[in-house]
């Protein structure tokens, strides 16, 4: 890891000691092995060296679920093996019986890179990650899920440390002309303001909890490489040719390798330190309350280094 997201920066990592067995099991890979080597085969692995895992380590203790992209357009069984479809399968088979009062949901993403984003877009993604059986259309949408999205500002990177201000220029918002952006979607952006003051970020994550019982544990936290675009996620289209697993959609404009963990609600309190108050003391290390932007006046931030034209 390099010193921008271990030092610099709020980062987050899901770590599994995987015992190797005695001798190697002779029965096909299933659950996690399976999804790890198969992702591991998309991005190219020699096969060499899939030969000398498979079967070789024990992962029964493993109850996080693998959540992965890889570049292309995904239809019938192979729709539910990647992005938005594959996190809406996972959350689905969890059973976590989501509240229907909003009240009790709430859904936060942290990101260190923004995709052009829209509405309908936005709804798509909702309706995957919270697993609902029924997947809507959206066309010609113009409100937004009941979603907060954490991310800085440019007085937000302007009042970070040095250090780590140098370290902004690897996250960036493609939400752009920003102030001609739809305000709808403008209205979910809210400031980054890290526990370890004067820091800033690179984690990418997703908390689904409910805000009015701070002791009850989330829903479920995904933690990974996937930022909140397209291009990591993909997006919903109508499946012409109908698949009723998937609410008859496929997954197009996938463009990137992703790869991260989305883990149980019931799970994360054991994965905390002895004496952490709370879930959010643990694991979350930015603060939940920041204000959401002053749509006249805040603007998201990128840097001028990279990002062609943003001056606008």
């Not at 952006?181 to 003051?197: G, N, Q, T």
């Amino acid at each position: 890891m390099m010193t921008i997201d271990t030092e610099l920066g709020d980062n987050q990592w899901y770590i599994h000691d995987i015992p190797k067995r005695s001798s190697v099991a002779t029965q096909s890979p299933a659950g996690f092995e399976a999804d790890l080597l198969s992702h591991m085969e998309a991005l190219g692995t020699p096969e060499a060296f899939l030969d000398s895992i498979r079967g070789a380590y024990d992962y029964s203790t493993v109850r996080a679920h693998l959540i992965t992209s890889v570049p292309g357009a995904c239809w019938g069984a192979k729709a539910e093996k990647h992005g938005l479809l594959r996190l809406r399968r996972i959350v689905k088979e969890m059973d976590l019986k989501l509240p229907e009062e909003t009240k009790e949901l709430q859904l936060e993403v942290c990101t260190a890179s923004v995709g052009n984003l829209n509405a309908k877009w936005l709804h798509g993604f909702f309706d995957c990650a919270l697993g609902k059986g029924a997947l809507g259309t959206y066309d010609g949408i113009r409100d937004v899920p009941k979603l907060k999205l954490f991310y800085p500002t440019m007085q937000d990177v302007k009042n970070a440390d040095e250090a780590a201000r140098d370290a902004a220029s690897n996250i960036g918002c493609h939400t752009r002309p920003w102030y001609t952006a739809p305000r709808e979607v403008k209205s979910i952006f809210h400031h980054y303001e890290s526990k370890d003051r004067g820091k800033l970020f690179h984690q990418k994550s997703i908390l689904a909890y409910n805000p009015l019982d701070s002791t009850r544990p989330p829903y479920y936290v995904y933690v990974g490489s996937a930022n909140f675009s397209q291009s990591a996620w993909g997006a919903l289209e109508h499946d012409k040719r109908g698949n009723e697993s998937t609410s008859d959609k496929k997954l197009i404009k996938l463009a990137n390798f992703e790869c991260g963990v989305l883990v149980p609600g019931h799970l994360v309190e054991g994965l905390l330190e002895d004496g952490t108050e709370s879930w959010q003391e643990g694991i979350v290390p930015h603060i939940q309350t920041t204000l959401p932007y002053n749509i006249r006046k805040d603007k998201a931030w990128n840097d001028y280094r990279w990002t062609k034209g943003y001056r606008e």
